[in-house]
């Protein structure tokens, strides 16, 4: 190869290079005290974000919050409330999860502060419910669509996932 074409394909390297290092955003993640990162998280393509508090033993709480400025077309996040908390889904959570393209929000929650349990909030109506009981000591996300969550269950005698569970959505 000529020194023409080493320099022809260097420069296209070094212009493709910066289209594969940009990070897709995360569609779920683990927030347990392990792993948390404190503050904000937004979700890919929205107005939302959780707010994780890195509460250390004390395990990782939550707040979702609004970030669309002057206010937002959906009636309960009016400007002058712009955090959703204080509900069983905010305490102790492991993982959180959005549903791509939608409004809504999947949380795992540990069994040990919280309730042990998969929640799924629509965060336009600021309701929630529960996809799982599981209580089990912790889960976590390992998969997210439109349609189903896929969680890892853990009974808190290995760190390990134990069993596997695919939730539908139905949303």
Not at 55 to 81: M, R, Y
Request: hydrophobic share 45%; aromatic share 12%.
């Amino acid at each position: 190869m000529s020194k023409f074409t080493h320099l022809k394909l260097l420069l296209f390297f070094l212009l493709i290079l910066p289209v594969f290092c940009i990070a897709a955003p995360k569609q779920f993640e683990n927030v347990y005290p392990k792993v948390c990162k404190e503050g904000l998280h937004k979700q890919p393509k929205g107005q939302f974000a959780v707010y994780a508090f890195c509460d250390d033993a004390l395990g990782t709480n939550i707040a979702v919050t609004n970030l669309q400025p002057g206010g937002s077309k959906f009636e309960k996040w009016p400007l002058s409330k712009r955090f959703w908390q204080g509900q069983s889904w905010s305490l102790d959570v492991s993982s959180i999860g959005w549903v791509p393209n939608k409004n809504f929000l999947v949380l795992a929650t540990s069994g040990i502060y919280g309730e042990g349990a998969i929640f799924l909030l629509d965060l336009e109506h600021q309701k929630s419910r529960i996809l799982l009981n599981a209580q089990d000591c912790s889960a976590e996300i390992l998969a997210i669509n439109q349609a189903a969550v896929t969680v890892g269950l853990n009974d808190c005698e290995n760190e390990k996932t134990y069993k596997k569970t695919i939730l539908k959505l139905h949303i």
